[in-house]
């Protein structure tokens, strides 16, 4: 797959609001951006619900407490998907996402990629891997069009 100057320019802003996160656990500061027409409609992070304190605020992760393995039981965690904060966002604001791309740092769980396809999100662009083999299957039979991006190489020093 050949990607654009936008999806790497769009890329790097999931990964930008990837650190606004509020989880506590390393390597899971996970950020969405969704795009329309080359404009960002709306944007996510995972992090707990507004006015629930954080996992960052608490001083632990629920999950690495309860020794829960990455990509099991979505909902035992404190935070929301950045995926789905992205997707709320859009319904609070009343921003129309049908035939969007959603960047996203991780590939999503099978629970964000109901909402992705009910959303009516045509396309997903990911760079890292995420231990959900079902979001695959739900994608295909849904014909959502399903990329993973390798990181943009490094600019030339010419």
Request: glycine content about 8%; charged content about 20%.
């Amino acid at each position: 797959m050949s990607f654009d100057k936008w999806d790497y320019r769009f890329m790097e802003m999931a990964h930008i609001i990837s650190g606004w996160t509020s989880c506590f656990a390393p390597g899971r500061a996970i950020g969405a951006v969704i795009v329309r027409d080359k404009r960002i409609m709306t944007t996510g992070y995972n992090g707990a619900p507004a006015g629930m304190k954080t996992c960052k605020e608490r001083g632990y992760c629920l999950r690495r407490r309860l020794n829960i393995p990455s990509g099991t039981r979505a909902e035992v965690c404190y935070a929301i998907h950045a995926e789905q904060n992205a997707i709320i966002q859009a319904a609070k604001l009343g921003v129309c996402i049908e035939g969007a791309t959603l960047y996203c740092t991780h590939q999503p769980c099978s629970v964000c990629a109901k909402m992705i396809v009910n959303a009516g999100i045509r396309r997903v662009v990911y760079e890292q891997g995420y231990p959900d083999d079902f979001t695959h299957e739900i994608f295909g039979e849904t014909g959502v069009q399903v990329e993973k991006m390798e990181p943009a190489p490094a600019p030339s020093a010419e």
